[in-house]
């Protein structure tokens, strides 16, 4: 059965930096198109960054230059380092997958999600 599992999270002053796991079992991280989502209070749920299974990254503008996301495919593992941390980026942030690239297929019909890990950037 497939599970991921988010680690990581934690508070932070702006301009700190944080680095997010997301630990993958049931399937190859490599063989899906993973990417990192996150909803504050009273928020959508939005997309972050994603990878696909070629290796095609993409970053929603609000974090292009301070984020960055990668695999370790020996580890079956997913992260996302974010640097320059502001307030607006504290949410719960989660991992996702599917087979299709994760920003094109529709929220709530993404294949697998993780829990979540909250992120807090508050002085």
Not at 21 to 36: E, I, Q, R, T
Not at 77 to 95: G, R, V, W
Request: proline letters at 4%; charged letters at 20%; a negative charge.
């Amino acid at each position: 059965q497939a599970q991921l599992v988010e680690s990581g999270g934690g508070s932070v002053q702006p301009g700190g930096s944080l680095r997010l796991s997301c630990a993958v079992s049931g399937f190859s991280l490599n063989k899906y198109c993973m990417g990192w989502f996150r909803q504050a209070p009273g928020k959508e749920r939005e997309g972050v960054a994603a990878i696909d299974s070629d290796g095609t990254i993409t970053y929603a503008d609000s974090v292009k230059g301070r984020f960055t996301i990668s695999r370790d495919n020996a580890k079956n593992t997913l992260h996302l380092q974010m640097n320059s941390l502001k307030p607006e980026d504290t949410a719960m942030y989660y991992c996702a997958a599917d087979v299709n690239p994760v920003f094109i297929v529709e929220v709530p019909f993404i294949e697998y999600w993780g829990q979540g890990t909250q992120v807090t950037v508050s002085s």
